[in-house]
């Protein structure tokens, strides 16, 4: 069983910066490949990017790349969206997730450990 806590979200004009953080507990950290996915209100919740256990391989989605970047420091259970160039349509609750999947997966069904998510808006 894993549990994962994020922070950092918040208010932020365009073009400006924010960076996410999840940390998990429990002592499989290391070996999970972990998730960030976003939710707007009336949509589905939407793979962001990913990581691999060991930090060396991510995946990300089209409209964040180069915009965003996905870390993880497996000494601290904490794993880290940075979040560069903001717009409105980035606008959404972010949650991180987890579990024995694939780094390149990108269903949210993949994976079953999921934070209770953290409410990023950009605006205009």
């Known amino acids: 069983q894993v549990q994962l806590v994020e922070s950092g979200g918040g208010l932020v004009q365009a073009g400006g910066s924010l960076r996410l953080s999840c940390t998990a507990s429990?002592?499989?950290?290391?070996?999970?490949?972990m998730g960030w996915f976003r939710q707007a209100p009336g949509k589905e919740r939407d793979f962001v990017a990913g990581?691999?256990?060991?930090?060396?391989?991510?995946n990300y989605k089209d409209s964040v790349k180069g915009r965003f970047t996905i870390s993880r420091d497996n000494a601290k259970n904490t794993v880290y969206l940075q979040m560069n160039s903001l717009k409105p349509e980035d606008t959404a609750v972010y949650y991180c997730?987890?579990?024995?999947?694939?780094?390149?997966?990108?269903?949210?069904?993949?994976?079953?450990?999921w934070g209770q998510g953290t409410q990023v808006t950009v605006s205009s």
């Open positions: 990581i691999s256990y060991s930090g060396g391989n991510t």
């Open positions: 429990g002592r499989t950290f290391s070996t999970y490949t």
């Open positions: 997730a987890a579990d024995s999947t694939p780094w390149h997966v990108t269903r949210a069904e993949n994976y079953r450990y």
